[in-house]
């Protein structure tokens, strides 16, 4: 039942349920208490809406914005080239920012330390595709974690943007990737980067071919405002409404308008 909450837009208890779904095989008392807990959270605020935006995000990479060199990331991968679907549609809508707010919480689960992966997909200004997701192994290391984490959010954005196309409106502009983690953010971003880790040579070598072929744009953002930060931990209310501003939206009869109070209850 929470999964199907999470599904309908309910990205609030979206980490919760992935951590509680870990233990759905065997659950002990306490589980359930806990289950109990994000149904109660869920009875008192019941009227969460996502708020549908299609205007451009506004961002501000602060001094990150010195260190996208895609024009020097293109040397180093001349070939990279974003894939074209030849029978896509002729573009006929204009175009929609797209933006991805991408985090990991390493080592979370105190049971296997496995990290937790964030991502949050935003049109315009609107959640599309949200994500909380355990990684399939243990990282030793935030880098490693957080790297994960950005290889997802590069899979993401082909996807969505390929989706885009199909229906015809217009993608040119990179997808923006907004990411807490500045080291992460430079190794995909400066040619003169440095390999940190040899475990994830595939994933820095997969994002920053995206980044080289104008599919991603990544940016350095602070913790308190990146997004993704409410998938990946529990976090006390004061920060998990700061990261729903502009995301989720307590409705009220006021909001919705005095012709929606007026409906039959029967529509």
Known sequence: ????????????????????????????????????????????????????????????????????????LKAQYPDAVEQMDEKAPEAIYEEMATSIYVDADNGGDQVDRRSVSGILVMLGKTPV??????????????????????????????????????????????TIVYGDNLGVIQSVSREDAALKKKHVAIAYHMVRERVAAGILLPGHVGSKANKGDMLTKAQPQIDLESNLVGVLASGDADSRGVLEDKRDPRE
């Open 129 to 174: 595709i949200w994500r909380s997701k355990k990684q399939p192994g243990v990282e030793t290391s935030t880098y490693g974690s957080e790297f994960y984490a950005m290889k997802l959010a590069a899979e993401l954005a082909e996807e969505i943007r390929y989706t885009l196309r199909s229906f015809g409106v217009k993608v040119e502009k990179p």
């Open 1 to 72: 039942m929470l999964n199907w909450a999470v599904s309908l837009g309910r990205m609030d208890v979206a980490f919760a349920t992935q951590a509680l779904s870990s233990f759905s095989a065997s659950p002990t008392i306490g589980h359930l208490k806990r289950v109990w807990g994000v149904f109660g959270y869920l009875k008192r605020y019941p009227d969460k809406e996502i708020v549908v935006d299609g205007s451009d995000p506004e961002h501000d990479f602060g001094e990150s914005s010195e260190v996208v060199e895609v024009e020097e």
